[in-house]
């Protein structure tokens, strides 16, 4: 067995599994939004090659699937409580709406792209009251 050692590692995380810097989660969530719109456009490209549709019409939204996988890891790292339900509540609230009025803004561009953008104001919304949210909450609620 492997010891986990603090401070080392990127994603920098503490002993319980906790990223401790805002910036490796906000730079992990953009990173893994490039990432899942690469995929979407390998994915509707080739789709498109074989007439199974027009490019650019695929789902954008689908490139916050590994953001959101990264979300969830660091919420199972904290302790069962109040304060991460509240936080992550509160943070995918208002993710999803930063999001779709990210969407909103340029309903003229197709699908993935106004998709992707909202995927990454998602991110970005989302690990910036996260991050801040719980440790608030958790110092208030003790």
């Known amino acids: 067995m492997s010891e986990r050692i603090e401070g080392a590692g990127f994603p920098e995380r503490d002993g319980d599994g906790r990223i401790t810097r805002l910036s490796h989660l906000l730079g992990i969530g953009l990173a893994g939004v490039v990432v899942g719109v690469l995929a979407l456009v390998v994915f509707d490209w080739g789709f498109a090659t074989i007439g199974a549709g027009r ?3 695929a789902n954008g939204w689908l490139a916050a ?3 959101a996988w990264l979300y969830l890891d660091d919420f199972r790292a904290w302790d069962r409580g109040v304060a991460r339900v509240v936080a992550a509540l509160f ?3 208002l993710g999803i709406l930063a999001g779709l009025l990210a969407a909103a803004a340029v309903a003229g561009l197709p699908a993935l792209w106004s998709g992707g953008l909202a995927a990454a104001v998602f991110a970005i919304v989302y690990a910036l009251i996260w991050f801040v949210g719980v440790r608030w909450l958790r110092r ?3």
Do not use: D, E, I, N
């Open 140 to 142: 208030r609620t003790g």
């Open 65 to 67: 699937v590994l953001p």
């Open 91 to 93: 943070a995918a609230a």
């Open 55 to 57: 490019f650019g019409h």
